[in-house]
């Protein structure tokens, strides 16, 4: 399946907040199917990259360019925020919120959001407050929010930092199969174990700058840069 | 102490008694703030809402103005509602000066400010919690404001409830624009003011602990009422 609002083209991004230089510049074309894995030590600017591409920064240089008028673009992308926001309601209503806003029906966005939740493996009393949830459970919710629009974009900021490994593997398989339809994902992690399985494709992030990308094989047979090497060799960096 | 102890035993006469007096001041006292109470949240909640979303150049100036309008002496709004109402001012032709609906404006004018302060602090803070996500998701203006309104809606009850509580024991503006007029105006805020000028302090005290009770049972019924949607405690 085609996107319609890929490819997203990246020219010369560079995001400044209080004098300082925190990403870029960066440039780069997202388009076509698959993972993106974005890497990088903390502070490396990754979900600066990512609520850049989203359109929740300013950028201050260069522009991120998506295709499509903008009603559209933004209808067809979900972000999973690295710290989920909750809101005040059951986790079900939580979920079922995009769809609300959509116009859908309470009842039918109710019934979506159930097989929503359990496609993501959240087994919780979903008429709970989501206040209640654990910090993995809650990021479940984020994802199974994001993901009930169907959109054609997603973006994940570090989704499975808070999860055991059962979880982990069940997050993997709901994002697998979401690529499998088609759905384009760009995801950050700092697991490397997760970024070799799931990387079609590597950005990797270092002082704001994207300083290697290529094919996650290509990437993880052999990084060009001694940063990138010592970053999936779990090296402390100098 | 004595006038006391003598105002408690007469609050219970009359209101065992089912006092018809009584009971027509109280009522009125009850029509007259809760319809102002209900205009007033209509007004400043979404108010309050629509200052804590959107970015305006006067946005800090309206925030100050609001505050300052928190503390607008209830006998000068009396006394500014009662020029424009009267037969020489400019809405003279209604014919609303000593009448409930003009008890209701001046109180309306006094609370607004209230709830939208107050409900603007409380949504700021929600806005600052769901900004992300509401931009993220794309939701309209009106649907962030909605949303915002809903999820809130406990503290904006409590922004209600103060102005209510206001608007209840205001007596400066309504005893200017309603003039106390047996079986017209009179409220129990006004009968308490005249009994006191009479030197009944007993009856005044009487007035003034139903006045307390009532103010009491109108926030324990709200937070009952309230309470009944278990599902969606926080
Ligand atoms: N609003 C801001 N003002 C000042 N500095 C900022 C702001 N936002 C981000 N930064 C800085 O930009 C840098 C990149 O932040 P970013 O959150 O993108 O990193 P990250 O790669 O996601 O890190 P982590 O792995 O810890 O999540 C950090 O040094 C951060 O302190
Ligand atoms: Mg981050």
Redesign the pocket.
């Known amino acids: 399946m085609v996107s319609a609002i890929l490819p997203l083209v990246l020219e010369d991004v560079e995001l400044r907040?209080?004098g300082?230089r925190?990403?870029g510049p960066v440039s780069l074309t997202l388009e076509g199917e698959g993972i993106t894995v974005v890497m990088?030590p903390?502070?490396?600017?990754?979900?600066?990259l990512l609520r850049a591409m989203h359109g929740l920064e300013r950028i201050n240089r260069g522009r991120a360019v998506w295709q499509g008028g903008a009603e559209e673009v933004r209808a067809r992308q979900a972000f999973v925020f690295?710290t989920p926001v909750l809101m005040r309601r059951s986790v079900l209503d939580c979920i079922a919120y995009p769809l609300i806003l959509d116009g859908v029906e309470r009842k039918m966005a109710r019934a979506r959001a159930e097989t929503a939740a359990s496609q993501v493996g959240l087994d919780v009393t979903l008429t709970a407050p989501a206040s209640v949830l654990s910090g993995g459970e809650r990021q479940k919710m984020a994802l199974a929010r994001a993901l009930i629009r169907a959109p054609e974009v997603l973006l994940l900021d570090?989704p499975c930092a808070n999860l055991d490994l059962h979880s982990t593997a069940e997050i993997e398989r709901v994002l697998i199969a979401a690529r499998d339809r088609g759905t384009r994902i760009v995801m950050?992690t700092?697991n490397v174990g997760q970024a070799r399985r799931l990387a079609d494709d590597i950005l990797f992030?270092f002082d704001g700058r994207l300083i290697e990308t290529g094919s996650g094989d290509a990437f993880f047979a052999g990084p060009e840069t001694p940063e990138a090497m010592a970053h999936i060799n779990g090296d402390l960096l100098p | 102490m004595n006038d006391i102890v003598e105002g408690l035993w007469q609050a219970a006469r009359l209101v065992i008694t089912l006092d018809p007096g009584l009971a027509e001041i109280t009522l009125r006292s009850l029509q007259v703030t809760l319809t102002a109470t209900v205009i007033a949240s209509v007004l400043g909640l979404p108010m309050g809402a629509w200052i804590a979303v959107n970015r305006f150049r006067l946005r800090r100036f309206a925030i100050a103005i609001l505050n300052a309008l928190m503390g607008l002496p209830p006998v000068v709004v009396g006394l500014i509602v009662y020029v424009l109402l009267s037969r020489s001012g400019p809405f003279g032709v209604f014919g609303l000066l000593f009448t409930p609906t003009a008890m209701i404006i001046a109180q309306v004018i006094i609370i607004t400010p209230i709830i939208a302060s107050i409900s603007h602090q409380a949504i700021r803070e929600l806005w600052a919690d769901y900004h992300d996500l509401l931009i993220s998701l794309h939701a309209t203006r009106a649907q962030r404001i909605k949303t915002l309104l809903w999820d809130g809606r406990r503290a904006l009850m409590t922004a209600a409830l103060a102005g209510f509580g206001r608007a209840i024991g205001e007596v400066g503006a309504i005893m200017i624009v309603g003039g106390n007029i047996d079986h017209a105006t009179r409220v129990l805020t006004t009968a308490i003011a005249l009994e006191t000028g009479k030197g009944d302090f007993g009856l005044a005290l009487a007035l003034g602990f139903v006045l307390i009770a009532l103010a009491i049972a109108v926030n324990l019924a709200l937070h009952m009422l309230s309470g009944t949607e278990r599902g969606s405690r926080w």
């Open positions: 907040r209080q300082k925190i990403l990088g903390n502070g490396a600017g990754k979900t600066s690295q570090e950050s700092h992030l």
